[in-house]
């Protein structure tokens, strides 16, 4: 099973909105990882978890606030966000943050729509 | 610094064979990725090969290494309209967290 599994799938907020993305996954993986992606674009990472700590932060603006409240959760709290925030934002997970089986395997992404 | 390649788009009849071509400048890249997206969706991994071999198959895919040139890439045998999507590659070194990504090429597969 490599399954991440990212809720919601679709999600329109306004900028006063707070609203929380959710990313799990039940590999035994001891790294996750939030990335953001423009349409025709590759993934840009935002924030990288390793056995639950943050270790990269990719200088993302504080209205993304990164939790990892145990190994299989990630979340990502969104306050104030602006219509240039919308994207398609998506999880991922690796066994560990380096080395030969670091792997990124990836969710289907939530899409966040701005308005 | 650290660059990965690939052309933007791709076009091909249903039932020929797709090539899709990266090169990358960093020459202590040890895993070489290919990940699909299609429309709407997350990234999947296809498949990966590590910077020791030259080439890997996995039924319909074949992906070439030459190092010496520091490119790579992903044959698609015997194309299907189910096969058209944005195709990622991605290098990483050894000692990193996190690979780094090529623009994508979009594969159009016409019937």
């Known amino acids: 099973d490599t399954e991440v599994t990212q809720t919601p799938k679709h999600l329109v907020m306004g900028m006063t909105n707070k609203k929380s993305l959710k990313c799990e996954q039940h590999m035994g993986h001891r790294a996750m990882y939030w990335y953001k992606q423009k349409a025709k674009k590759p993934p840009e990472l935002m924030f990288v978890y390793s056995y639950e700590k943050l270790s990269i932060n990719e200088s993302v603006p504080s209205r993304f606030s990164p939790e990892c409240p145990n190994s299989s959760l990630l979340n990502l709290h969104l306050h104030a966000l602006q219509p240039e925030d919308s994207a398609l934002y998506l999880c991922a997970s690796s066994q560990s943050g380096q080395g030969a089986k670091n792997i990124q395997y990836f969710g289907a992404g939530t899409r966040l729509s701005v308005l | 610094g650290e660059d990965v390649e690939q052309s933007l788009f791709l076009s091909v009849r249903e039932g020929d064979s797709s090539v899709i071509n990266c090169t990358y400048t960093?020459?202590?890249?040890?895993?070489l990725y290919w990940y699909k997206q299609e429309p709407g969706a997350g990234l999947q991994l296809l498949t990966y090969?590590?910077?020791?071999?030259d080439m890997k198959q996995d039924q319909r895919l074949t992906v070439l290494l030459n190092k010496k040139d520091k490119h790579l890439s992903l044959r698609i045998a015997d194309t299907q309209t189910g096969d058209s999507a944005i195709y990622f590659c991605a290098e990483k070194t050894g000692g990193s967290y996190i690979p780094t990504f090529g623009r994508g090429t979009s594969l159009i597969v016409h019937p």
């Open positions: 090969i590590f910077s020791n071999m």
């Open positions: 960093d020459s202590s890249s040890t895993y």
